[in-house]
């Protein structure tokens, strides 16, 4: 019905130019590109509803190895990250998960914490808490956490999140801003990202000073 919907629209715009006027044109074009973005948003809806349909693949996995792959995808994938400087305090731990998913992760939270950043000197720490340190640092969320469970995080100094925002971003199509900014999206990334880490048994969240940056923190 949707490609129905976009080639009588076209249909209408190159055939009965004359009839609807510039106007009509210009309704036709609005029509023309929403029904691109909802043809966008339900293969995002598939491919949601398809994670975790098929059983985990559970592996023992070099989560080092796994981040140089993403960062290299996402470097190819972009020309402007000369300013971004991506810090890897001390190697990550091997854990059991499903290294496609775990890719996915990785990928959608490096990507957002590029994207929602302003500054010139962009940065990105990817890095991980044992026990010692999540006591330190008094994460009420981590209490009842294994002790042997890393808890993983991911750091920008970016635009940041408003705390009332701070949970809802991880509801599928929830996105803060208007569909052209901060180079667009469909707000169906943390939502896949939380859905695979559920799919894990672990949990994400977000810290973040609004204006100074955010630290997803998450463990598997
Ligand atoms: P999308 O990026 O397509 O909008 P996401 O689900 O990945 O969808 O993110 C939802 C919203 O959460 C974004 O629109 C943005 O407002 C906010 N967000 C995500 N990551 C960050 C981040 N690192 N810093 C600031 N805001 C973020």
């Known amino acids: 019905?949707?490609?129905?919907?976009?080639?009588?629209?076209?249909?209408?715009?190159?055939?009965?130019?004359?009839v609807v006027g510039e106007e009509g044109i210009e309704y036709l074009q609005t029509l023309v590109s929403l029904s691109q973005r909802m043809d966008t948003l339900i293969d995002v809806l598939l491919?949601?509803?398809q994670i975790g349909q098929t059983e985990l693949n559970l592996e023992v996995t070099n989560l080092n190895d796994l981040l140089d792959a993403a960062i290299e995808v996402f470097r190819a994938s972009r020309r402007d990250l000369h300013q971004f400087d991506l810090r890897i305090p001390r190697p990550l731990p091997n854990i059991q998960c499903d290294r496609v998913l775990v890719n996915?992760?990785?990928?959608?939270?490096?990507?957002?914490a590029f994207k929602y950043n302003e500054r010139q000197q962009k940065w990105i720490e990817i890095g991980y808490f044992d026990t010692e340190e999540?006591?330190?640092?008094?994460?009420?969320?981590?209490?009842?956490?294994?002790?042997?469970?890393?808890?993983?995080?991911?750091?920008?100094?970016?635009?940041?999140?408003?705390?009332?925002?701070?949970e809802?971003?991880?509801?599928?199509?929830?996105?803060?801003?208007s569909k052209e900014k901060y180079q667009g999206g469909t707000g169906a990334g943390l939502a896949i990202v939380k859905k695979i880490i559920e799919l894990h048994d672990g949990k994400i969240w977000v810290e973040s000073i609004y204006g100074e940056g955010s630290t997803f923190f998450f463990h598997f």
């Open 1 to 18: 019905p949707l490609r129905g919907i976009y080639n009588y629209s076209i249909i209408l715009m190159e055939d009965y130019a004359q």
């Open 168 to 177: 809802t971003i991880f509801r599928l199509f929830k996105r803060l801003h």
């Open 104 to 112: 996915e992760v990785f990928g959608n939270l490096i990507g957002n």
């Open 134 to 166: 999540r006591s330190r640092l008094k994460l009420p969320q981590t209490n009842n956490l294994n002790p042997d469970t890393p808890l993983f995080y991911v750091r920008d100094n970016g635009i940041g999140i408003q705390p009332h925002y701070l």
């Open 47 to 49: 491919k949601f509803s």
